[in-house]
């Protein structure tokens, strides 16, 4: 993948998270299915720690995805999970944009955001 194609599609994503944030969507099936797809794409990233990274991220946006839309939610539930997701996707969208942070750190803090009774 040249660099041009792998900077729209981390453009793509960065800007997916900026509108859903902008309106209030970050969380919803709907807008989760849309990042992990965004994610998908930058999987293509040049080093290793950012494939990874992507490969993560894109999984546990589906799950997450996935999870919502098996039953209906709670509202409470929803904003637990919005709240343990939103800073480490924010993160990881940052380190594919370029941004000097570690990727395996952000990775493990995504794993990590995953709550105990899931």
Not at 53 to 64: D, S, Y
Not at 79 to 106: K, M, T
């Amino acid at each position: 993948m040249t660099d041009d194609v792998q900077s729209l599609a981390v453009a793509r994503l960065r800007d997916c998270l900026t509108r859903q944030l902008d309106r209030d969507q970050f969380g919803a099936v709907d807008p989760l299915t849309e990042l992990a797809t965004h994610a998908r794409q930058c999987r293509r990233e040049v080093s290793a720690d950012k494939k990874l990274l992507a490969f993560v991220l894109e999984a546990i946006l589906r799950q997450w995805a996935d999870d919502m839309s098996d039953q209906p939610v709670p509202e409470s539930r929803y904003n637990f999970l919005r709240s343990r997701f939103l800073a480490p996707v924010q993160e990881a969208v940052e380190c594919l944009s370029g941004r000097e942070i570690d990727p395996a750190a952000i990775a493990t803090r995504l794993v990590a955001a995953i709550p105990e009774e899931d």
